[in-house]
């Protein structure tokens, strides 16, 4: 089973030269059919899901990724069915909750209401989610999770919200060859006179805050989480170096974009970035990720990359 990222993060000094890069390819516990991009060929249409399922293959078969992270539904087709990271060096990770605040139908309105808990696995009893979403996870070979939060300045929303992930947490600590990492989202809900900076010092004050809370076994193994400001993100970074932090890829805007917030973050001292929206919804996915290996890696500068892959598009064309 592929172990790039645990490798990586038990070696400072390879984690520095090579940060952590995941594909984050769970976009369907948030979107419906319209949300994971789409195909030219035989048509221009939405991209389906085995059309996904393939594409996540090839990008993972490329070798520019560290991570793949999965809904469980496709976990269990490219872990267990398939057998996809038996051997692959690229560590499979899936989504352990999907918090009400990235429920993203057509036509919903969710993302307008103070986000809320989520459990992706039934269970009769409440208090037994943990265990059992980490059993579930286990089934398909998988000893890596995501828990997300969101937290929105209000008292009664934040402390449900921190109480599920503290009980979630713990159960992580007790439970033998099981670890996560923890996302956290900028506020859902408009905070009147904050800016981003402000945002992400809200955010920033609040990751520490949590983590105060949690002994060295039951901390997550990173925590992903906004870039906004580049001094923000240094002072976070820098804070405790017990606490790895790397950047969400957020909404795509442009393939310049991306890769420019791949560098700031890893050059003012995230060491990893998470990336979905800004590989999937690209032309072409797999030239996009090679790119991406590159600008981390610092092989070739944003421009650079960018120019090499606008030429691989215009070969396309």
């Known amino acids: 089973m ?13 984690l520095k030269r090579s940060p952590i890069f995941v594909f984050a390819a769970d976009a369907l516990v948030a979107y419906g059919i319209t949300g994971i991009g789409t195909e030219r060929t035989p048509h221009p249409h939405y991209r389906t899901r085995p059309e996904y399922l393939k594409m996540m293959r090839e990008v993972l078969s490329d070798g520019y990724i ?11 087709v490219l872990a267990i069915d398939e057998g996809l990271f038996d051997s692959s060096p690229v560590t499979p990770i899936v989504r352990m909750n999907a918090e009400t605040h990235i429920w993203s139908p057509r036509h919903g309105r969710y993302r307008q209401q103070y986000s809320r808990p989520f459990q992706t696995v039934r269970t009769a009893e409440a208090g037994r989610y943990c265990t059992e979403a980490m059993a579930c996870a286990r089934d398909c070979k998988i000893k890596l999770g995501l828990y997300s939060i969101t937290l929105n300045n209000d008292a009664e929303a ?3 919200t921190t109480g599920e992930f503290l009980e979630f947490a713990w159960q992580c600590g007790e439970t033998p060859d099981f670890h996560y990492f923890l996302e956290v989202f900028l506020p859902n809900i408009q905070q009147p006179g904050m800016d981003t900076k402000e945002q992400g010092e809200y955010i920033a004050d609040n990751i520490v805050r949590l983590m105060s809370y949690l002994r060295h076994h039951q901390r997550p193994v990173f925590i992903k989480t906004v870039y906004t400001k580049p001094e923000v993100w240094k002072s976070l970074c820098e804070f405790d170096p017990t606490l790895i932090i790397g950047a969400l890829g957020g909404g795509r805007v442009n393939a310049r974009t991306s890769m420019q917030l791949a560098y700031d973050a890893t050059e003012y001292g995230g060491k990893v970035i998470l990336f979905g929206r800004a590989i999937f919804q690209e032309e072409d996915p ?32």
């Not at 592929?2 to 390879?14: I, Q, R, S, T, Y």
């Not at 560290?66 to 269990?76: F, H, I, K, S």
């Not at 991406?292 to 598009?313: C, F, G, K, N, P």
């Open 158 to 160: 934040d402390a449900r």
């Open 66 to 76: 560290d991570g793949l992270l999965m809904t469980p539904a496709d976990a269990e």
């Open 2 to 14: 592929g172990e790039c990222v645990f490798e990586k993060l038990a070696d400072p000094k390879a």
């Open 286 to 317: 797999r030239a996009m990720a090679k790119m991406m290996r590159a600008v981390l890696d610092r092989e070739l500068t944003v421009d650079q990359a960018h120019s090499q892959y606008q030429a691989i598009l215009r070969a396309r064309a």
